[in-house]
């Protein structure tokens, strides 16, 4: 039978189980229901989402012919002392459970890490993470840009910059709840924003690598006020946070001496950034989206290492 590493991540809003045999990889997830209107769960509803919701996305993967050899899960946000959510215990412990009762070593990550390790794999660059390099983590909650450093028992990463109050996904589902979009809004309004005949932006103070983007929330809502047509409303949205990202790019370049910029992350799947970010490091669209893949790729590689 073949070895392979298996490795959950339960994020806020996603629910995930992946497999990694060294060579290829897939991934089972499924996004969590939030009811119409709302921006979000509760940690506590998260929790008990991601617990019944497990068995299902286990089932959705084959795993016959495979032995598995390790388990991994993502244990918390970042890998930083005190980085902690509840609804990461739901994967963890599915993992630790697993791993017991097959007799195999369990591996611990943060989110964040898996980000990175799914981003560099997908995108056909996977010797980023032996290297140093930078890379955006853009996404629901998080708007950071890491500069990664490669190390043991996997490599760290160290915020340089990013936004100091919203997020980017915020931005994009505070105006998809004014447009009436699902949440989360993302994947919406870079639809809408294809359609925009006024391809309007305002950029952000930049300082360093760090700006705010409580402004672009104001600005967005003053335009929705407006009457802004909703096309025009996503495409300002969007552009908005995505000038600012580029300037602290080119800012945190200067100072790195010009390394390799990853983007990870589910606003990172974004057709517009992606189209004004030509040099840019991409992950493939469903593999910048929160899934359990890279945190099977760490797996793999600490089981190689033998750690």
């Known amino acids: 039978m073949k070895k392979a590493a298996v490795a959950f991540d339960t994020s806020n809003y996603t629910t995930s189980f992946a497999v990694f045999d060294g060579e290829t990889g897939d991934n089972s ?13 509760r940690q506590s509803d998260a929790l008990f989402s991601h617990v019944k919701r497990l068995p299902e996305i286990v089932r959705a993967l084959d795993l016959t012919g495979l032995e598995i050899a390790a388990v991994g899960a993502s244990v918390s946000p970042r890998e930083t002392e005190g980085s902690y959510m509840p609804c990461f215990l739901a994967g963890a412990c599915m993992a630790q459970v697993l791993a017991q009762t097959r007799g195999v070593p369990f591996y ?3 989110h964040q890490q898996g980000h990175i390790a799914a981003a560099a794999w997908s995108a056909g660059r996977p010797g980023l993470m032996d290297e140093p390099h930078l890379a955006w983590h853009l996404s629901g909650g998080t708007t950071e840009l890491l500069f990664v450093r490669p190390g043991e028992p996997c490599f760290t990463c160290e915020i340089v910059g990013g936004t100091s109050d919203v997020s980017a996904g915020q931005i994009a589902d505070r105006t998809g709840q004014l447009l009436g979009l699902p949440f989360p809004s993302g994947k919406a309004l870079d639809e809408l924003s294809k359609a925009a005949v006024r391809k309007e932006s305002w950029t952000p103070k930049v300082n360093g690598a760090s700006f705010s983007l409580s402004g ?3 600005k ?16 300002f949205a969007l552009a908005s946070v995505f000038s600012a990202v580029r300037k602290a790019t080119e800012n ?3 100072k ?7 983007y990870s992350g589910g606003v990172a799947s974004n057709s517009l950034l992606r189209e004004k ?7 493939l ?4 989206t929160d899934n359990a893949l890279g945190v099977a790729i760490l797996t793999w590689r600490a089981l190689c290492d033998g750690r």
Request: hydrophobic letters at 40%.
């Open 252 to 254: 945190a370049q200067k």
């Open 216 to 218: 672009v929330e104001h």
């Open 220 to 235: 967005v809502k003053q335009r929705f006020e407006r009457g802004d047509s909703p096309e025009e409303l996503a495409f």
């Open 108 to 110: 611990a990550f943060s």
């Open 285 to 288: 669209p469903r593999y910048s």
């Open 256 to 262: 790195f001496g010009g390394v390799p910029v990853l």
């Open 277 to 283: 970010t030509p040099d840019g490091v991409f992950a």
């Open 29 to 41: 997830g499924r996004l969590l229901d939030v009811a119409p209107g709302q921006l979000g769960l």
